[in-house]
């Protein structure tokens, strides 16, 4: 499924990131403020028992253990010009490259949770 996606989307991809295997990345648009907000979330997790919720039975995952990753690589395709990166909440600005409508930047350490503010140029 995933080759055929990569395939359907190429270079459109909206973000793409190295992330390790157990990581999330979500981007969020905030047009009031002429920015995005992309979360980055990495820990180890474990399956430990069970909880019922609406009469189903979920497995509980619980966080392991918390490893921090450092140098995450990130590519963003977005149609509106971008003016700077920074990580909140230390405000530290981030450096980027540009081609075309794509950015790439790294993100020099995840601990658990990382944002990155992403400000553009109102369309």
């Known amino acids: 499924m995933r080759y055929a ?3 359907l989307l190429g270079r459109e991809k909206t973000l793409v990131t190295d992330l390790a295997d157990r990581g999330i990345t979500t981007l969020t648009k905030q047009p009031g403020e002429s920015r995005y907000i992309q979360h980055l979330l990495f820990a180890h997790t474990t399956n430990r028992g ?3 919720w609406e009469g189903r039975e979920n497995p ?3 966080i392991e253990d918390i490893v921090p990753l450092y140098g995450v690589n990130v590519s963003l395709n977005l149609p ?3 003016k700077s990166l920074y990580l909140a909440p230390q405000k530290t600005r981030l ?3 540009r081609e075309g409508e794509r950015i790439t930047y790294q993100v020099p350490k995840v601990d658990c949770h990382q944002m990155v503010v992403i400000d553009v140029e109102p369309m």
């Open 80 to 82: 509106e010009r971008v």
């Open 5 to 7: 996606v990569d395939q």
């Open 50 to 52: 069970t909880f019922t």
């Open 95 to 97: 450096h980027f490259q």
């Open 60 to 62: 509980m995952e619980v």
